[in-house]
Nanobody, 120 residues
Framework: QVQLVESGGDLVQAGGSLRLSCAAS????????MNWYRQGPGKQRELVAG???????NYADSVKGRFTISRDNAKNTVYLQMNSLKPEDTAVYYC??????????????WGQGTQVTVSS
């Protein structure tokens, strides 16, 4: 059974920084893309950043230059370094990974979410 567990969410002042982590555990054969999404109050879930298995990255325009996604394949972990945080970054942040438990199938998994609150 595969699990994604996020950590690192907190209350921080505007201009501050946080580092989110998401670790995949369980029976894992391989991991493809790993992404961070967020859902703010009254908003739809949106893609914040993504990283491929080869390390290619993409970002939402709203976080470019402030957030950095990275991964440690040996630890099955993806990170989101968030700098210059703004109140509009307040949201529950979710980790998503496309992974295989065997050589033949692949599916997506979601973490439970971690709350990030940025005060003005």
């Amino acid at each position: 059974q595969v699990q994604l567990v996020e950590s690192g969410g907190d209350l921080v002042q505007a201009g501050g920084s946080l580092r989110l982590s998401c670790a995949a555990s369980g029976s894992i054969f391989s991991i493809g893309a790993m992404n961070w999404y967020r859902q703010g109050p009254g908003k739809q879930r949106e893609l914040v950043a993504g990283i491929s298995s080869g390390g290619s990255t993409n970002y939402a325009d709203s976080v470019k230059g402030r957030f950095t996604i990275s991964r440690d394949n040996a630890k099955n972990t993806v990170y989101l370094q968030m700098n210059s945080l703004k109140p509009e970054d307040t949201a529950v942040y979710y980790c998503y990974a496309s992974l295989s438990g065997d050589p033949y199938t692949r599916r997506g998994y979601w973490g439970q979410g971690t709350q990030v609150t940025v005060s003005s």
